[in-house]
């Protein structure tokens, strides 16, 4: 069966550069999560998109902005990025009040 | 604050062996609880998921159990394998599809 697909898997930026991420949710979910996870913490919510409307903002930086696309994938735009930015970020995706079915997620490592 | 509190943080047992992990909750208002196992750099995988009225589920050698009354919830692991050695993530979700973490057991299967 269809995943979540994410891309790219790994990224190596410098700070204060930008990197954007994709996420690609199972077809037909209308609902599109992203998550970041740091180094031994639980994933932390930054956003949502239902119907490509942004529907629940959690602990997103002002730095980072994302959005859902007619075909319902999803891009998280990081800028000015940090050291702390370096985490594992999530991207995860449900039909409706179906469970979330995630992404193996974007690793981003900042130098 | 809603809080979602497991343990042990981490945990060691032979292959063959039985464990259970522990789930403690605060999330109001309860939706549903989600027992997720996370492989390392992999998005977590849904192993249950329990709403208000049901106090257990199965899933192969997982069974989880649910006390809403006392607001807790363990997994139990039969006959434990050494893929079974992972992240395991007690998530319960705060009304429509907010997530709410809990900080995951370490589980180590050693042969």
């Known amino acids: 069966a269809a995943g979540v697909i994410q891309s790219p898997r790994h990224l190596i930026k410098e700070k204060r550069e930008t990197a954007t991420l994709k996420c690609y949710p199972i077809p037909r979910h209308d609902t599109v999560y992203w998550y970041q996870q740091g180094p031994g913490q639980d994933p932390q919510f930054l956003i949502s998109?239902?119907?490509?409307?942004?529907?629940d903002k959690g602990s997103i930086p002002d730095r980072f902005s994302a959005q859902q696309f007619s075909d319902y994938h999803s891009e998280l735009n990081m800028s000015s990025l940090e050291l702390g930015d370096s985490a594992l970020y999530f991207c995860?995706?449900?039909?409706?009040?179906?469970?979330?079915?995630f992404g193996d997620g974007t690793r981003l490592s900042i130098l | 604050k809603n809080q979602v509190e497991q343990s042990p943080q981490s945990l060691i047992i032979l292959e063959g062996k039985n464990c259970t992990l522990q789930c403690n909750y605060t999330v109001s208002p309860f939706s549903n609880l989600r027992w997720y196992k996370q492989d390392t750099g992999r998005g977590p995988v849904s192993l249950t998921i329990m709403t208000f009225s049901e106090n257990t589920k199965s899933n192969g050698r997982y069974t989880a159990t649910l006390d809403a009354d006392t607001k807790q919830s363990s997994l139990h692991i039969t006959a434990s394998q050494l893929s079974d050695s992972a992240s395991y993530i007690c998530v319960v979700s705060e009304g429509f599809q907010k997530l709410v973490f809990g900080t995951g057991t370490r589980l180590l299967v050693s042969p």
């Open positions: 998109f239902y119907e490509k409307m942004q529907s």
């Open positions: 995860a995706s449900s039909l409706g009040s179906q469970p979330q079915h």
